[in-house]
């Protein structure tokens, strides 16, 4: 049972562009929703996160969108770079403090 | 510098052994995480611990054991591990609460059984 759905599983954007990433949940009582990025070779982490209470939060490049009507959330990244090549994981859990359920994760290739 | 750390970094070994993946972190959290990850990416929760001797399973069933004798220690054993063992193993913590910075995840392990 898949109750975070992540999409794309790869994507290819040019440098300077715009990465979007969609993540869609379940369950109406996760209250966190955070965004990991992983480099390879390397263990995942926190890029960004978010709660319910608010639609957008921004930090740098970063943007997280939340719908919380369509149970959606989106990762935008501006201007985008080579080195944010990586692969990103959105993720969700219930309540504070408690284990997270990740999506399966999107392969982004930023080209020059 | 606060940080969690995972070794050995990359193992190979034999089916048929017993092996233990080691885990500490040094930021005091109490809540501590396995996750299994598979080559195409996904990551699967396998153990996790809310505090010294307290461990549960997690999402995806496996043959592995932990133990949390220490708040820092959490190590992940495979009594006879088989082919359908080899990937990779993260570890990661969080503090009680968990706010806003979420969790610190370990390099990982990568084993392979052969």
């Known amino acids: 049972q898949q109750q975070v759905k992540q999409s794309p599983q790869s994507l290819i954007v040019q440098k300077g562009g715009i990465s979007i990433i969609n993540c869609a949940y379940e369950n109406t009582a996760f209250d966190y929703f955070p965004w990991y990025q992983q480099f390879p070779g390397k263990g995942p982490a926190l890029l960004i996160a978010?709660?319910?209470?608010?639609s957008e939060k921004k930090e740098g490049r970063f943007t997280i969108s939340f719908n919380k009507s369509a149970k959606q959330f989106s990762l935008h990244i501006m201007d985008s770079q080579p080195g944010d090549s990586a692969t990103y994981f959105c993720?969700?859990?219930?309540?504070?403090?408690?284990?997270?359920?990740f999506g399966t994760g999107t392969q982004l290739k930023v080209e020059l | 510098e606060a940080d969690i750390y995972q070794t050995p970094r990359y193992l190979v070994i034999g089916t048929g052994k017993k092996i233990t993946l080691e885990c500490s972190q040094t930021m005091g959290h109490d809540k501590m995480y396995w996750y299994q990850q598979d080559p195409g990416m996904e990551l699967h929760l396998i153990h996790y611990s809310y505090g010294v001797n307290s461990t549960e399973k997690g999402d995806l069933s496996s043959e592995s054991t932990v133990s949390r004798i220490r708040t820092e220690h959490f190590p992940l054993t495979l009594e006879s591990a088989r082919p359908s063992h080899t990937s990779q193993y993260l570890c990661?913590?969080?503090?009680?609460?968990?706010?806003?910075?979420?969790?610190?995840f370990g390099s990982g392990t990568r084993l392979t059984v052969v």
């Open positions: 978010i709660r319910p209470d608010v």
């Open positions: 993720a969700a859990s219930r309540g504070g403090g408690n284990k997270l359920t």
């Open positions: 990661a913590s969080s503090e009680l609460g968990q706010g806003i910075n979420g969790y610190t």
